[in-house]
């Protein structure tokens, strides 16, 4: 079977999905896609036309159509390959999925599934639900594998530490009681650094000097943290490189957080927090004490800017200035507590292109028609015609 990850409701998470399928999403240390590719060699994605160019399809006359909401797990990968031509699974009326030669739910007879289901249900899980996924993922990637050795300069509590090879870690404290800690592939932690697991650090990704993490976090590839973070994950190419207080947050990719941020990830009067949903188009309580910072791709803050408590950030978004800017804040919008403007377009992709350049990479005229596809689709969030 050809296998092929669909989006069943691409807008339930913007803004995060509006720039890759759900599936891209980092759920633990692995993204959903990642998760999947450990049980099927091939595999693809279905998402919206915009996104085809950089995520691609495959079709093939055998196909097993899975929702990227849904986390592959033992039980459920047998349940999939028993189906037949024509069949489909369902979990408390949720697709789970389907094996037919093209999308089509119409044709499917679908059956019960007594798998275990795991199902990301909603954008906060990616930090809520995070704890079970680091441990899973950390069972998938180590199995079988010998850690590199620590050198004496670190202190260790508990043993439950992979290191990949290239990776450096000085004079740091790392406590794997609570949860796994996982290093990935050249990656770096600085000397007087304290971490208490879950965590990972995915490839080429730094953890700066004096950093204090708390678990369950993870920190994707290519990117630079310091000060304090707690609960929170980062999608890859990203910083909060200086002192600050992140947490209970989502952080996309190309994102920078300037000196001294900080977010509010509780409110005073301990009441649940309430998000904007693009759905709704209204705040609506997400049933959590804590939840902090949710940040779309290419988003920046300046120095000392103030997150308040469940705040979301669109895509191409350059906030500075004192003051605790509103909580929700449109796609490629250029201000702070005073007020927002359009981000023009011109000098967001000026400054997208030095960004990559800094990574010796290219802004590519691919990821250009996304970024430029997601400007006209936002336009009416910011009052634009």
Not at 157 to 177: C, Q, T
Not at 283 to 301: A, P, R, V
Request: aromatic share 12%; net charge neutral.
């Amino acid at each position: 079977m050809n296998i092929v990850l669909f989006d069943s409701n691409q807008k339930k998470y913007f803004p995060l999905s509006l720039t890759r399928p759900v599936s891209d999403f980092r759920f633990g240390i692995l993204t959903i896609k990642e998760k999947w590719e450990y049980y099927f060699k091939d595999v693809s994605v279905k998402a919206e036309s915009y996104l085809n160019d950089k995520f691609h399809l495959n079709i093939s006359s055998d196909n097993l159509w899975i929702d990227s909401q849904v986390i592959p797990t033992d039980d459920l990968i047998i349940e999939l390959n028993n189906l037949r031509e024509g069949e489909g699974l369902i979990s408390n009326d949720v697709v789970i999925g389907f094996r037919y030669c093209n999308f089509n739910l119409e044709k499917i007879n679908f059956i019960k599934s007594n798998a275990n289901i795991s199902i990301l249900e909603k954008m906060v899980d990616l930090f809520y639900k995070m704890n079970s996924q680091l441990k899973n993922d950390f069972e998938l990637l180590t199995k079988g594998k010998e850690s590199e050795k620590l050198d004496n300069s670190n202190t260790l509590i508990g043993d439950n530490i992979f290191i990949e090879k290239g990776a450096k870690i000085s004079s740091s404290i790392l406590n794997s009681e609570t949860g796994p800690i996982y290093i990935g592939k050249n990656a770096e932690i600085m000397e007087g650094s304290i971490i208490r697991g879950p965590f990972s650090l995915s490839e080429n990704s730094v953890v700066k000097m004096g950093a204090k993490i708390y678990g369950p976090t993870s920190i994707g590839p290519n990117c630079k943290v310091g000060g304090e973070i707690n609960n929170s994950v980062f999608f890859g190419f990203s910083s909060k490189a200086h002192d600050g207080f992140l947490g209970n947050s989502i952080i996309g990719e190309w994102c920078n957080l300037g000196a001294d941020s900080n977010n509010s990830n509780l409110k005073n009067n301990y009441e649940d927090v309430k998000l904007w949903s693009y759905e709704e188009e209204s705040f609506e309580s997400t049933k959590l004490q804590f939840c902090g910072l949710i940040m779309g791709d290419h988003s920046k803050c300046g120095i000392n800017t103030m997150f308040n408590t469940g705040t979301i950030v669109g895509v191409g978004v350059n906030i500075f200035g004192s003051g605790f800017p509103r909580n929700f804040i449109p796609s490629f919008s250029w201000g702070g507590a005073g007020g927002f403007s359009i981000h023009n377009k011109n000098k967001f992709f000026e400054t997208a292109k030095k960004v990559f350049n800094r990574r010796s990479l290219t802004l590519d005229n691919i990821e250009q028609n996304l970024l430029d596809n997601v400007y006209s689709m936002t336009k009416r969030y910011r009052n634009e015609k």
